[in-house]
């Protein structure tokens, strides 16, 4: 079975400055990972994933996740933040021929001016 | 192209009540998947339907909850006898084909039941 923890349940940032949020997840077979945003009163849209393949993966608004299997860590990472970032950000796991997807406690994001 | 609808955003029930929740998938997708999210707590994956066919239902409480996706009209995901635990946010996801890698899933806005 699979398991993710996000390790912070709020994030605070100014405006413009970087954000890490962390991921990390516990799998006893390969995984595919995802960070999936919602932003207030709308769905999950996802952001990114990985695959396969080169561990730096890119997404949406200026998003990327760099994945480390020796930590078993997603960490999703922005260098710029702007207020439109503030929502709920859900790091997720999934494996090959799964039909359903693992979701951590979820991570609230804070942009102040 | 529609996204994934889900009726009604929120709905209030008594202890004892019914809840029907009702999620129609995008346009083209015959997948359909609920998941649960409590508060203070990630969204967990509750069942999986096909057209007419529970495909697998792992996640559901063994008593008083049931979902269907008939092959006319929406998902209906039903919770009978609604206790204060089931107060949470119910999401529906569609995709056209199993979900697999997650890449083709799309998730509604959530019906959020608050049982008083």
């Known amino acids: 079975a699979q398991s993710v923890t996000q390790l912070d349940s709020q994030v605070p940032v100014f405006e413009e400055a970087p954000v890490e949020l962390r991921c990390n997840y516990s799998s006893s077979v390969s995984v595919y990972l995802f960070w999936y945003v919602q932003y207030p009163n709308q769905g999950l849209q996802l952001l990114l994933k990985?695959?396969?393949?080169?561990?730096l993966v890119k997404g949406i608004n200026g998003f990327e996740a760099e994945f480390n299997k020796s930590q078993t860590s997603f960490h999703l990472r922005k260098p710029s933040v702007h207020i439109s970032d503030t929502a709920e950000y859900f790091c997720?796991?999934?494996?090959?021929?799964?039909?359903?997807?693992?979701f951590g406690q979820g991570t609230r994001l804070t942009i102040n001016p | 192209n529609a996204g994934v609808m889900q009726n009604p955003r929120h709905l209030v029930r008594r202890r004892g009540q019914e809840a029907r929740l009702r999620c129609s998938p995008m346009k083209g997708h015959s997948h359909v998947y609920w998941y649960r999210q409590l508060p203070e707590e990630g969204l967990k994956f509750m069942v999986y339907l096909q057209k007419e066919n529970i495909i697998d239902e792992s996640g559901m409480p063994k008593e008083r909850f049931s979902a269907e996706f008939p092959k006319e009209g929406p998902s209906i995901l039903r919770i009978q006898q609604v206790v204060r635990g089931d107060s949470a946010a119910y999401f529906c996801?569609?995709?056209?084909?199993?979900?697999?890698?997650?890449?083709?899933?799309?998730f509604g806005s959530g019906t959020q039941l608050s049982v008083l």
């Open positions: 997720a796991v999934s494996t090959q021929g799964a039909q359903k997807l693992v």
């Open positions: 996801a569609s995709s056209p084909t199993p979900q697999g890698i997650g890449e083709k899933l799309f």
């Open positions: 990985y695959l396969s393949g080169s561990t």
